[in-house]
């Protein structure tokens, strides 16, 4: 129990801006830290649904209230995802070998394509969730979950591009098969929770998120030789956006 509270401190630590208690990155409280990586996203999936209930009668569908939607996963995690976003954003524009594009990824400076990516990413992020109601806003709540559970279950089952670096570190360090088992167990969750609450919606939502799932696979393979920590966080902010246009893109088109 005592390593299970450890991960956790160090998962919260990592992945998200909640001061946590100081925890020694050892190989022991590093064993189930992936396992907790989703209850980051349950926070701001909390976080999300806490600011709908507060102001969405008042505000919903306001620039004030979309604006204040699409940051708060930024203010819970720092934008750590956003980061592999934009640093894979460069290496993808760069048209340059397996290794020079690793290369890319590790290099801390900001390229035209990275703040072109980043620009349009979040014009399209608040295009969307500017259609959202309080429905559609509950659904993709669960969606941060989902998202950080198939980044987890990547981290635990898909080829690492190198040895080095944050996500070899966690993948190396997680006891893989038992990892596994609590991802499945997440997503079958979730998966349950979406289709109780809207089965049409739940749907659309889970099959996007799986789209993008393989996707990452193929393209990380194909042009990086495997999964980096760049690359998960790529996966995880074009997966949320992904269901996001799924779910509020199928409401456009019924209603």
């Not at 608040?126 to 990547?154: M, P, Q």
């Amino acid at each position: 129990m005592k390593n299970i509270g450890r991960s956790l401190c160090v998962a919260f630590s990592m992945y998200s801006k909640i001061p946590m208690p100081q925890v020694e990155w050892t190989k022991e409280s590093m064993q189930y830290c992936i396992c907790f990586f989703p209850a980051v996203g349950a926070v701001i999936g909390a976080a999300t649904l806490l600011w709908n209930m507060l102001v969405g009668a008042k505000l919903s569908g306001s620039l004030l209230f979309t604006a204040v939607l699409i940051l708060i996963p930024v203010l819970i995690t720092g934008g750590i995802h956003l980061d592999g976003l934009l640093d894979t954003a460069d290496a993808l524009s760069s048209y340059k070998t397996k290794e020079e594009k690793l290369e890319i990824l590790k290099d801390s400076h900001a390229g035209a394509f990275a703040i072109i990516i980043g620009i349009c990413w979040f014009v399209l992020d608040f295009g969307i969730y500017s259609e959202a109601d309080a429905h559609t806003i509950g659904l993709l709540a669960i969606g941060f979950v989902i998202s950080r559970t198939l980044s987890g279950l990547s981290l635990v089952s898909f080829r690492m591009a190198k040895n080095t670096g944050l996500a070899a570190t966690f993948s190396d360090m997680a006891l893989k098969s038992r990892v596994r088992i609590v991802m499945i167990c997440y997503l079958i969750v979730c998966a349950g929770l979406l289709l109780y609450l809207d089965p049409l919606y739940g749907t659309a939502e889970l099959i996007g998120a799986l789209l993008v799932f393989f996707w990452y696979r193929h393209l990380s393979y194909e042009k990086f030789g495997g999964i980096t920590g760049d690359l998960a966080g790529f996966f995880l902010q074009n997966c949320e956006l992904f269901m996001a246009v799924c779910v509020i893109g199928l409401r456009i088109v019924l209603r």
